[in-house]
């Protein structure tokens, strides 16, 4: 069964630091582009950051930049985000994602196919 | 770059639903749509404007030009009820629409 299994949700003081991990299974971990995303309570999605497959390009979302570091382990099928500086914004349910993205070189075109695969999340919160 | 959604939709059952996403020159970019059901992860629904994933049914479809991708859910279902979210790749950064409830009534 293909699966993404979040963990590392706590509470936390603002100023203090946290670590996220994603598993994967049942799927080639390494063929894949991953991504967080976040939702704040009763709020919509917001994406934090991505990583591509081997781990050599990642991006962040402006609000965590500089404070969040993306990162991951594919002999250990594993994705992190370590979270620094957290602040009470950045409570939320955090999930993984994965994205099969295409790169053709005839068509010198990203063909990017979405998120399809999504973990369960895992709740974080910041208090102030 | 921001996407803008409207917050809210509705639609009587078995009819079509229409959710607009909008952005400048979306046209240009390929469109990604989520579905949300409450307490549930978000799930794929359409992706490249208007590919359907497996297990996706025939009644959802996309399409996107200028400045609006359309996510058009024909013969709705109560089942369909949900929040519904558009997202598209930007300056190699990812954004997400502020999202769409679809009320079926």
């Known amino acids: 069964e293909v699966q993404l299994v979040e963990s590392g949700g706590d509470l936390v003081q603002a100023g203090g630091s946290l670590r996220l991990s994603c598993e994967a299974s049942g799927f080639t971990f390494n063929n894949y582009w991953m991504h967080w995303v976040r939702q704040a309570p009763g709020m919509g999605l917001v994406w934090v950051s991505h990583i591509n497959s081997d781990g050599t390009s990642t991006s962040y979302a402006d609000s965590v930049k500089g404070r969040f570091t993306i990162s991951r382990d594919n002999a250990r099928n594993t994705l992190y985000l370590q979270m620094n500086s957290l602040r009470a914004e950045d409570t939320a349910v955090y999930y993984c994602?994965?994205?099969?993205?295409?790169?053709?070189?005839?068509?010198?075109?990203?063909?990017?196919?979405?998120?399809?695969?999504w973990g369960q999340g895992t709740t974080v919160t910041v208090s102030s | 770059y921001e996407l803008t959604q409207p917050p809210s939709a509705s639609v009587s059952p078995g009819q079509t639903a229409s959710i607009t996403c909008s952005g400048d020159?979306?046209?240009?970019?390929?469109v990604c749509w989520y579905q949300q059901k409450p307490g549930q992860s978000p799930v794929l629904v359409i992706y490249?404007?208007?590919k359907r994933p497996s297990g996706i049914p025939e009644r959802f479809s996309g399409s996107n030009s200028g400045n609006t991708a359309t996510l058009t859910i024909s013969g709705t279902q109560a089942m369909d009820e949900a929040d519904y979210y558009c997202q598209a790749w930007d300056s190699s950064t990812v954004v997400f629409g502020g999202g769409t409830k679809l009320t079926v009534l």
């Open positions: 020159k979306l046209g240009d970019k390929y």
């Open positions: 490249q404007d208007r």
């Open positions: 994602a994965r994205e099969d993205v295409d790169w053709s070189a005839a068509m010198m075109t990203t063909f990017y196919n979405g998120m399809d695969v």
